[in-house]
């Protein structure tokens, strides 16, 4: 039989089972002898068409499965195919086109030259599970039997990418029948249900992964995926908008399907650098774009690149090695991915991810076809080919993001309108008119209304940020809405000028659904206040600024945090309500929460907030502490077990929702004094100076023609924004002179000096900064070349910064060079490389035209690199000096270069490189970037060139001085909060231990359970020191290694070893630990190290899901709070089994109050990370018997609740955003 896409029963080395589309030579299926064959090799667990016993493959010894295991890792042998053209004639069968063993893999480049003339090129798909002959019978059979819906399955091939389970330990009749059904929610509930784990699995490691509940989360993730699949059932296009009667409120697209590209680094000696792997992750509820409402949840996969394969492919190709990585990386990339039996192509990289469709199916029997079976037909349908033939290819190959914007449907276009653009006056030298209105469009008042009405706003929103059809940008009220005449009939319009059309369509075709509908990315929102940064203070510094005015700035900010953090005197309730408005309004809690949210689209899609970071490496030794999150932490950001926030910032304010106060809770008090000092941390080491007259929003054109240039219009729809001084309310910059300013801030003409002026033809126009349509230029083009398609501009009017503040002149706004000279244009066209490629074989198009898809992932960080380089020139010569002006504009063409099609020539970038890139202040790097600077080049040293120019004369910095003196002054003011927090050591709040002390006295407590919890705490205790020991020397041994340089690379042998993941590498810790601690202990307590040795007994994975009875190391604390949350077996099995809730529940407090009543003094920590929830519970009894928002078990007391009114603000705002009503930047 031959290997070929279509074939679904072909054979791979390591399985020799169908559904596998890995090459490799078949092996004939054995068949069992009639007499004495065992029953399971009996069973046929399909029929064929025709009603009779269908053949099913049986799998192979374990002892030769491992051999050809072993045989298809090697990296020589090559994955790729030629396959003859289809002829008339028959092929022979059983002679697979291979090519031989040892021959290495051709890298992307030459791959084209190894194919014979007439033949074209099948690259097999990246299978991502072997699932083996599990995938057939998981279909729906001829018999009548149900398939697995795909969400469950997707489920489990995730589950089997991470090594938690193994889908060879699946049962082929009982297990996979008990997950038959036409529900989502129904399998995973049968998945999950521990009644069901005896029929499912024929391992019991494997049914402890899985022996549990659906979560509440798990449980809207199938539900969400069953609606969707029913509507769209009915109609593929229902997913757009909804079923008729739910338009813009059922719309589909919402169920995420991801996972993370993984490697190890291999020795290259056979001219391999990296194998390759693809984790992939439980599927979850986030943000829909055009495409996965269009074509489903489930044909849309998310893979993100992992941090360490993204930084090779965007390495500068300068050395052969980097070069061959690179094309591994593209030959992997460019590779249709296997998941159990559907197949997914590339379409498009986007932030460091890649996005699959699926093409189809592996087998031909499976009736479920997509609607486009590759790439090409996608794009095509996107953006059609024939109507933009004359279109840059470079330019058009962008336009696929279109489909891909995070954003919700809002209301469906009955008129689309092509309008012109504005111009302003001609250039007295050149006689050009420039665009005045780019970007931005009108709507009328119908459109902005119907979003208002599905979104639920409050009122109609003055501009909106979308895509429709083929454009995009902003689009703003129409100025005659207020004067539509009482029975004219409103009609939803919109207007597209020339310069927001991205994508053309024909005009004798109707467009498609997903097509018409207006795709909301944002309303208009006001941001009060904004903030300085690097870029804008070295700006106004060099333009009239002095330096004293930040410096005063920045100390004023320094001592409000450590003043508003620590100032503890006054009423209880008082403080507490104080604190907690200070805490959200630092950290951003409730922001952190909206974030995890559901309904959350603009922060989870994007991202992949979810996955963890990190380098391989350490990923792989299993110390990735992000690891141990996924295992004992749940998506909504507590501890499965305690009921402990993931983040320090919200423990500190739910205990002050719950009635904690810092001077009688030092926990409290030391993470009120971090959080102090994160907040000045940020402040110095971002320069994110708050400015308390100053704001920021989006920026439209005038739409009526009544500004004059030079003047904008600033209006506020929110109450929350006060004068300073007065503290009335504002509502809209005052009149007079203003700065102007936007994000990036490079050149002397970045800001600008203004007049905010109010104009009565301008009221409708809220939210939105106006800018004048009048002039030779517009003015968003003087700050750093923006446009009015979504720019966000900060506007200031504090005095101290606008007086002596002077405009620098508009010529340093002009390129100071020729394009041709610095960058390569890409020439081609969209209809050059159809003609090129349209006649070919589908799968031949896809590959040429996936290549181009997915060039985004290795395009070099020149942004980066010129944004170090300009921040060294200005530091050096100042910002107006020719060399700092030069960069700068070269900085602003690279970041558009994706738009416009422009590559930097490298002789370029070569020699500015040599001359600018030197060595920068401490101040001038992230955190991130002093443990791993950007490897520009590749270099695993220091990227500072020895031939970089510097400035005798150098006058002194503003950022250096505001650096030191920030330093010193946050030095003084954190050693004044930490005496302030010393003295509240061994401070004992009553309310927690009296419970235990209180229970004690009245003997209600028996001998056995008082010793039970002694030893049960004591244990934990120890454990806990211990595991916190080893994760200090862990990172201490990392930092070090880090700062030598020291590498890992990993050989063919240890390629295995990388794959461990979380559930197992817990296991395989605990045994680590284990050896190790005998080590440090061969001269200690024996029957301490006989215990340890005892965690290497075989029944480990039963242990793992209960607590420990002796210390020892674990993989975090986090585990060892999973410990001490489950009683000894012993006790659970004798007492607890005999307990009702309630009675359960009062025991788990009282042992929450006796660890804290035996370690509030030394160990102040240690209780609340080990029983957080009832400590919680306790704090709040004691207070009030009111029961908190959203907390669960939570109580909170009556004289809190003046806290829910803080909080009604902060929640709506943050649920407006989640609802696509704003997304604060």
């Known amino acids: ?79 790729e195919k030629v396959q003859p053209q289809p002829q008339p004639q028959p092929k022979p069968p059983g002679k697979p086109l291979t090519k031989p063993a040892d021959q290495a893999p051709p890298v992307a480049a030459t791959i084209a030259s190894q194919v014979p003339q007439g033949q074209r090129r099948y690259l097999s798909p990246f299978v991502v599970v072997q699932s083996h002959m599990r995938v057939k019978i998981m279909r729906k059979q001829n018999d009548g039997r149900l398939a697995v819906p795909w969400g469950v399955q997707y489920y489990l091939a995730s589950l089997a990418s991470l090594d938690c389970i193994s889908l060879n330990e699946l049962d082929v009749t009982a297990g ?21 784990q005896h029929l499912l699995w024929q391992s019991h490691a494997d049914s402890a992964i899985t022996s549990r509940c659906a979560t509440d989360r798990e449980r809207q993730v199938y539900d969400e995926l069953d609606r969707e699949t029913q509507i769209r059932t009915e109609s593929g296009l229902n997913g757009v908008i909804g079923p008729p009667g739910e338009e813009m409120r059922s719309f589909g697209g919402r169920v995420i399907f991801e996972g993370r590209f993984d490697h190890v680094e291999l020795d290259g000696r056979d001219g391999v650098h990296c194998q390759f792997g693809i984790k992939l992750f439980p599927p979850k509820l986030g943000g829909s774009c055009r495409f996965s409402r269009r074509f489903g949840s489930e044909n849309i996969l998310r893979i993100k690149i992992d941090p360490a394969i993204a930084k090779k492919a965007q390495r500068f190709p300068d050395k052969p090695k980097y070069r061959e990585v690179q094309n591994e990386i593209l030959h992997m990339f460019s590779r249709t991915i296997q998941i159990m039996d559907r197949q997914y192509r590339p379409f498009y990289c986007k932030d460091d991810t890649l996005f699959y469709f699926c093409i189809g199916t592996a087998s031909k029997e499976c009736p479920d076809r997509p609607e486009f079976d590759c790439i090409w037909d996608l794009f095509n349908h996107h953006a059609p080919f024939a109507e933009n033939t004359r279109l840059p290819w470079g330019k058009f190959v962008q336009r696929v993001q279109l489909g891909l914007s995070t954003s919700v449907p809002a209301s469906v276009i009955e008129k689309m309108t092509q309008v012109p653009d504005i111009f302003g006056e001609s250039d007295p030298e050149t006689g050009k008119r420039v665009e005045m209105t780019d970007g931005a469009g009108c709507a009328s008042l119908a459109v902005v209304r119907d979003i208002a009405q599905h979104l639920g706003y409050d009122s109609i929103p003055s501009a909106i940020q979308a895509r429709v059809a083929g454009a995009k940008g902003v689009w703003y009220v129409d100025p005659a809405a207020e004067r539509t005449l009482p029975n004219e009939t409103a009609v939803r319009w919109i207007e597209l000028r020339d310069s927001q059309i991205k994508i053309r369509y024909s005009e004798s075709k109707p467009l498609d659904l997903s097509q018409q509908v207006v795709d909301l990315l944002g309303p208009c929102r006001t941001f009060a206040p904004s903030t300085l940064s690097k870029q804008i203070i070295l700006v106004l510094q060099s333009n009239g600024v002095p330096i004293s005015t930040f410096a005063d700035m920045q100390r004023a900010q320094l001592q409000t945090i450590a003043e ?4 503890w005197q006054g009423p209880s309730d008082t403080v507490r309500m104080r604190l907690a408005a200070v805490v959200e309004r630092l950290c951003k809690v409730e922001s952190l929460k909206a974030k995890r949210s559901t309904e959350s689209a603009e922060h989870r899609a994007q991202g992949m907030e979810s996955q963890r970071s990190g380098s391989s490496a350490n990923r792989s030794q299993g110390f990735g502490d992000d690891d141990h999150r996924e295992i004992f932490f749940g998506h909504n950001g507590r501890h499965l077990w305690n009921g402990m926030p993931l983040s320090k910032y919200e423990r500190a304010y739910e205990m002050l929702l719950s009635g904690f106060h810092p001077e009688k809770c030092a926990y409290l008090a030391d993470v009120l004094v971090e959080i102090a000092d994160m907040a000045m941390k940020k402040l110095i080491k971002k320069f994110s100076i708050p400015v308390a007259r100053s704001a920021e929003a989006m920026v439209i054109p005038d739409p009526t023609g009544t500004l004059e240039e030079g003047e904008i219009q600033f209006r506020f729809s929110a109450d929350n924004i006060l004068d300073p001084d007065t503290r009335l309310r504002l509502t809209h910059v005052p009149e007079g002179e203003v700065l102007v300013t936007r994000h990036p801030c490079l050149l002397p003409t ?13 009221s409708l126009y809220k939210d939105v900064v106006v800018f004048s349509t009048k002039g030779q230029r517009p003015l968003a083009s003087l700050l750093s070349g923006g446009d009015y398609d979504g720019d966000l501009i900060r506007v200031f009017w504090e005095p101290e910064l606008v007086r002596p503040f002077q405009n620098a002149d508009v010529r340093y706004a002009d390129c100071p060079f020729e394009i041709e000279d610095v960058f390569l244009r890409i020439q081609k066209t969209v209809g050059e490389f159809v003609a090129e490629h349209k006649d070919k074989h589908k799968d031949e198009r896809d590959r040429e035209l996936i290549k181009e898809l997915v060039k985004g992932a290795f395009e070099p960080n020149v942004r980066g690199l010129y944004g170090a380089m300009h921040l060294f020139t200005a530091w050096q010569f100042g910002t107006w000096s020719a060399e700092a002006v030069e960069l700068a504009h070269k900085f602003c063409q690279c970041m558009d270069s994706h738009k416009t099609g422009l590559t930097l020539k490298a002789q370029v970038r070569i020699q500015d490189s040599k001359s600018y890139l030197g060595d920068l202040p401490e101040w001038a790097y992230d955190d991130k970037d002093e443990v791993a600077s950007q490897d520009w080049f590749g270099c695993e040293s220091s990227n500072v060139a020895a031939t970089a120019r510097k400035n005798p004369a150098r006058l002194d910095s503003v950022l250096c001085a505001l650096w030191e003196e920030g330093r010193r002054e946050k030095g003084h003011l954190k050693d004044r909060l930490q005496k302030q927090t010393e003295k509240l050591r061994g401070v004992e709040d009553r309310d927690l231990s009296g419970v235990w002390r209180e229970a004690d006295s009245l003997s209600r407590i028996s001998n056995e359970v008082k010793e039970m919890m002694r030893t049960h705490v004591k244990v934990a205790e120890e454990s806990y020191a211990r595991t916190n020991a080893r994760t200090r020397q862990t990172i201490e041994a990392e930092s070090r290694n880090r700062r030598n340089g020291t590498k890992t690379v990993a050989g063919k042998d240890g390629a295995r070893e990388s794959h461990s993941v979380p559930l197992r590498r817990v296991r395989s810790e605990a045994v680590n630990a284990g050896a190790v601690d005998r080590c440090e202990m061969r001269n200690g307590d024996a029957s301490i190290t006989a215990a340890i040795d005892d965690l290497n007994r075989s029944d480990l994975s039963d242990r793992l899901e209960g607590t420990i009875e002796v210390p020892v190391a674990l993989g975090s604390a986090s585990e060892v709070a999973a410990r001490f949350c489950q009683w000894p077996k012993w006790f659970a099995k004798e007492h607890i089994a005999k307990m009702d809730r309630l009675e359960v529940e009062r025991l788990a407090k009282l042992r929450a109050s006796y660890t804290y009543s035996i370690t509030y003094y030394h160990k102040p920590r240690f209780a609340f990370e080990m029983g957080w929830r009832w400590l919680m519970s306790l704090k709040a009894e004691a207070s009030g018997q009111e029961q908190a928002h959203g907390s669960g078990s939570l109580q909170v007391p009556t004289s809190t609740l003046d806290l829910l009114s803080l909080r009604t603000k902060i929640i709506q705002r943050n649920f407006e955003m989640s609802q696509g009503q704003g997304v604060e930047i």
């Open 750 to 762: 970045d800001v600008r000096k203004v007049r905010a002026v109010m104009r009565p033809e301008l």
């Open 1 to 79: 039989m031959t290997d070929s896409e279509d074939e679904s029963d072909s054979f791979d080395h390591a399985s020799d089972t169908p559904g596998s589309s890995v090459p490799g030579s078949a092996s004939p299926p054995t068949q069992p002898p009639s007499n004495k064959a065992p029953s399971w090799s009996l069973f046929r667990h399909d029929s064929a068409k025709d009603r009779t016993p269908d053949r099913i493959f049986l799998p192979i010894p374990d002892a030769a499965r491992r051999q050809r295991t072993q045989i298809k890792s090697e990296p020589g042998k090559s994955e």
């Open 176 to 196: 996979i029948n008990a997950l038959r059904s036409e529900s989502n929610l129904t399998s995973i509930c049968a998945l999950l249900d521990p009644a069901n």
């Open 564 to 567: 508003e953090v620590c100032n």
